[in-house]
């Protein structure tokens, strides 16, 4: 490793999909950046688990749909007996994006969708995405070879708790990223039917997949979550998921005083749409300290900023910890701005929430 974390030898990958074009196009875009080398590629699932005994791959990229040993059923074997970075490479159809979902549940560790085309399969627009989710692969191989992806981590041992000095919340805030669709399939089915707060999310999705994201999430919640309506009221018990494609913020009603969501593409020049820092902020402004900030695994730094505003007007802020973390990146930048009020591992966020709800109000 060199200086600054990354390997000073070329990340390895091997990419698996039953299409011609699509392994060579992937395979062209991986080599473009000379931090990478594809050392192989396989037709499908079968071909795959022969040949990466020998390649030994850091990372590999592997497609959602094939005849024979689909996708899932293949990661499932690689998970089994090669654990190590897969990135699903996904179609941005309803029954991709379901199986993306499943495959993240057994273990992949991303995906990036690919668009169909009438004449032609266009993958140029995923270059950036597919070689950041390589290279964040390659830095989390250590997880996987020392087989603790998957695992409940042990609770954490004489943590202090809280001095309750922060307000009952009104409202919580969750954000991640990468890694994040697992993390909230782990931790949202812990609210119960009648937990008194609303509870907006934003993750980082591409069009196409948040509303079975929430379906998905719904399904195994005993709160209802579902996909975020423009104008909708806030309510108690219910999970809001950010679409794709749009930011999302809170805002009261003037008359009525009732929170309600609003939904649109503004700052377009955001780097990522939808944006934490959007909707956070935007929750620091409404609910100042009765406001509630969760901030989990992902790349970047999303939500640092967001995350800042709530501290700063008083609100409760959680941080997910790096060992139970996919990617260390957004709460990381959390914990370098100093807004983080408590650091817990992933398990540990429900109770979190739950005794903040529980807190009485300072006299």
Do not use: W
Request: proline share 7%; with cysteine; net charge positive.
């Amino acid at each position: 490793m060199n200086a600054g974390g990354t390997s000073v030898f070329p990340v390895r990958v091997l990419v698996v999909d039953d299409s011609a074009f699509m392994r060579a196009a992937l395979s062209r875009i991986i080599n473009s950046d000379p931090s990478f080398q594809v050392v192989g590629a396989a037709a499908g699932g079968s071909d795959a688990l022969a040949k990466i005994p020998a390649l030994d791959p850091d990372v590999i990229t592997l497609d959602v749909q094939m005849p024979g040993m689909d996708g899932l059923t293949t990661l499932k074997a690689i998970m089994n007996q090669f654990p190590r970075p897969v990135i699903m490479v996904s179609a941005v159809t309803e029954q991709d994006a379901d199986i993306t979902f499943q495959a993240l549940s057994a273990g992949a560790f991303d995906y990036v969708p690919k668009q169909m085309s009438s004449t032609s399969l266009e993958i140029a627009h995923i270059r950036s995405d597919l070689l950041a989710k390589i290279r964040a692969a390659a830095q989390a191989r250590h997880v996987f070879d020392g087989r603790r992806f998957g695992r409940k981590p042990p609770r954490a041992a004489e943590l202090p708790r809280q001095a309750p000095n922060f307000a009952k919340p009104a409202l919580v805030a969750m954000a991640s990223s990468t890694g994040g669709p697992r993390a909230l399939e782990q931790i949202l089915p812990r609210f119960p039917k009648d937990f008194p707060l609303p509870i907006l999310i934003v993750q980082h999705m591409p069009a196409g997949f948040t509303r079975t994201f929430a379906q998905r999430l719904r399904s195994l919640c005993a709160i209802d979550v579902h996909e975020a309506v423009q104008r909708e009221v806030v309510g108690p018990g219910a999970a809001y998921i950010c679409p794709a494609g749009r930011h999302m913020r809170v805002q009261r009603a003037s008359l009525s005083g009732q929170v309600l969501i609003f939904l649109d593409k503004n700052p377009a020049h955001a780097l990522h749409i939808p944006s934490a820092d959007v909707l956070m902020e935007s929750v620091a402004n409404v609910y100042g300290s009765r406001a509630l900030g969760v901030i989990m695994t992902g790349m970047g730094s999303d939500g640092a900023q967001g995350m800042k505003a709530i501290y700063h007007e008083g609100g409760l802020t959680i941080g997910q910890d790096e060992a139970t973390c996919t990617v260390y990146g957004m709460p990381r930048a959390c914990a370098e701005l100093g807004v983080l009020a408590r650091i817990v591992p992933l398990h540990q966020i429900p109770e979190e929430i739950l005794g903040a709800t529980r807190r009485r109000m300072p006299a």
